[in-house]
């Protein structure tokens, strides 16, 4: 992209200055060979009016007078009618300008000078048309490569939003270029971005209502087919173990559906270490804490692994933390542990303030629903990066407000080259 954005530039100078340089080259140089015409032609002028002066005082006609308008390196040549041609300096065996002047009686004036000083400064002038040439395709080669600089630094930037939109990573990005068309779609890919989140956030609920109202009537089922396996008809019991059965094989894929749907959300999701990813994202928050007279502690045992992308829990934990720096209040505590079934890593953000109001706590993740001072986005966002990564984040305690991001501990079979066994056996 940028080879083409100098090469057409360039292009585009090098015509330009071809357009104007030759006629330019062309002009100049017929603009000297006519100065140098017009100098010798006022110069036989004047030897012209001696001579007439003479011939109309019957004198002689006398060269000498003409001597200091005669060049050095030129030749004077005076034709009159029956008279021999008179001849001052010497003869021009090289290329000449000639310029001839009538006088009275018919007679001529011819002066000649060599054409070497004349050609000398038209070559002069091309030369210097010839610099202003390179110069100025010297200088569209610099236009072109800034010009290409700011046009393609922005556009990779662009395509690189673009890629991590399409990764999972919907954080806005205040970057501007001045350029108001990828300034219009840094602001549609920001927009697309909280869009992709809620869609996310809301894929979620459906898929956790879905599965919910799905293993109620599944339960419900297993247990009134339970009861019919014990039923005194044996043929009857026969069909509700076959019943059973299925309804078990139906959980089982109900199950899996939704591990796998959850693995799809997380795919560019890696093992963290949580007690180095929180105490650098704490790093980032201490000071505009410290600002506040306020304090930002992390509690995080070593060796906490969790299944997430470091971009979007550094997102997501950030928005907690900034809700707590605005409408908080004492001590932030970031920690990190083990959830009750060890399969899930939980972080939770804790701050000593009121809490949050009892008329806000069941909105609180809905895009618009906010504080005193905030958009009502961070929240919404945080919520979908998580998800993302194949979490959940709730608000855990209204006093002290406390904010849960539930993450999957990574397994054996998440890291490559380790094999994990099958069952070979048909479900």
């Known amino acids: ?80 009618p029956g008279k021999p041609p008179l001849h001052y300096g010497r003869p021009i065996t090289e290329g000449r300008v000639v310029e001839e002047v009538p006088t009275a009686g018919d007679g001529t004036v011819r002066l000649e000078i060599p054409d070497g000083s004349m050609r000398a400064q038209q070559t002069q002038v091309l030369a210097i048309v010839g610099l202003l040439v390179v110069l100025s395709i010297g200088i569209g080669a610099v236009v072109a490569t800034v010009t290409a600089r700011r046009l393609v630094a922005p556009l990779t930037h662009v395509a690189s939003r673009a890629a991590k939109l399409g990764a999972g990573d919907f954080r806005p990005d205040d970057r501007r270029y001045r ?60 069909e509700a173990r076959a019943a059973q059965s299925q309804a078990d094989q139906l959980a089982a894929v109900l199950d899996d559906l939704l591990a796998a749907a959850r693995a799809a959300r997380a795919i560019g999701a890696k093992p963290v270490d949580l007690h180095e990813e929180l105490e650098r994202i704490s790093g980032e928050w201490r000071e505009l804490f410290r600002a506040r007279g306020r304090s930002l502690r992390v509690r995080v045992a070593e060796g906490l692994m969790a299944s997430a992308t470091p971009g979007r829990l550094s997102e997501a934990v950030g928005v907690l933390l900034d809700n707590a720096l605005r409408h908080g209040a004492g001590v932030v505590t970031v920690s990190a542990r083990k959830g009750e079934n060890e399969a899930t890593a939980v972080i939770e953000v804790t701050d000593a303030g009121d809490g949050v109001p009892d008329e806000l706590a069941a909105h609180v993740f809905e895009r618009g629903v906010s504080g005193v001072g905030s958009t009502g986005v961070g929240l919404a966002l945080a919520r979908a990066l998580v998800d993302a990564d194949g979490g959940r984040l709730e608000l855990s305690s209204k006093r002290p407000a406390t904010f849960s991001v539930f993450l999957r501990i990574p397994r054996a079979s998440d890291v490559r080259g380790v094999s994990w066994p099958t069952d070979p056996a048909p479900r």
């Open 1 to 80: 992209m940028r080879r083409r954005i100098v090469l057409a530039i360039l292009l585009a100078v090098a015509v330009t200055a071809a357009a104007l340089g030759v006629p330019l080259a062309y002009t100049t140089a017929r603009i000297v060979e006519s100065t140098q015409r017009d100098s010798v032609a006022t110069r036989a002028q004047q030897i012209a009016t001696f001579i007439d002066e003479d011939v109309a005082s019957n004198r002689p006609v006398d060269l000498d007078r003409a001597r200091i308008v005669v060049p050095d390196d030129g030749l004077l040549t005076v034709l009159r």
């Open 179 to 238: 350029v108001p068309e990828l300034d219009m779609v840094a602001e549609a890919l920001d927009d697309s971005g909280i869009a992709l989140a809620q869609l996310v956030q809301r894929e979620r609920q459906l898929v956790g209502d879905v599965s919910h109202q799905l293993r109620s009537r599944l339960t419900a089922l297993q247990l009134r087919l339970e009861a019919l396996t014990e039923h005194p008809d044996q043929e009857t019991a026969e």
